[in-house]
């Protein structure tokens, strides 16, 4: 096989297996015929094949001509990218657990809607810990944990409020990739 490179930039532009009139007949002026390239994701430069860096990421495009990555996505693209990113770092601190009277108890979903129960239910109760350890809850302790865990998830969902606002007026790339959760 011959490889028909682009002579400014290096950029394969087709691979070509056929006698040398014929290859020569399927290369532009702008190009020159050459060995394959030994493996996928590379270039020619300077007489020899080169391994195009890695993409930092998706929507990125390589650039030939000044041999760099470049982000083709629009910043509304890249706010939508990132809020999504966002979203998944609050969810995972919204059911990762919360602190009550020294205690991490479990707050996902399924725990949520137990520790809502419980609380009115008005009964002491043995509750078992995110460690698996157990304790005995009093109603009033029941509704204070029910407190917390909603102080919890606002505390969460407000870190996220002010991340989707930083995101939505950012101007530029830079600033919507600062925002964190």
Known sequence: MTAIVEKTTGRLIKTISAPDDVIKL????NCYATDDPPDRGMMYLDGEWVYIPPSPGQGYKFDYSVRQW???RSLEE???????????????????GF?????LYDSDPN?????ATAALLGVSVEWTLKDNS??????????????ALAVHINNIHERGRIARQKIETALTYEEIEAVNF
């Open 26 to 29: 399927n290369t532009p002026d």
């Open 70 to 72: 470049i982000d083709t």
């Open 78 to 96: 890249v706010k939508a990218q990132q809020w999504e990113v966002i979203k998944a770092e609050r969810n995972q601190y919204e059911f990762g």
């Open 99 to 103: 602190e009550f009277e020294n205690k």
């Open 111 to 115: 725990s949520q809607l137990r520790i």
């Open 134 to 147: 157990v304790v005995n809850l009093s109603p009033d302790q029941l509704i204070d944990l029910k407190t």
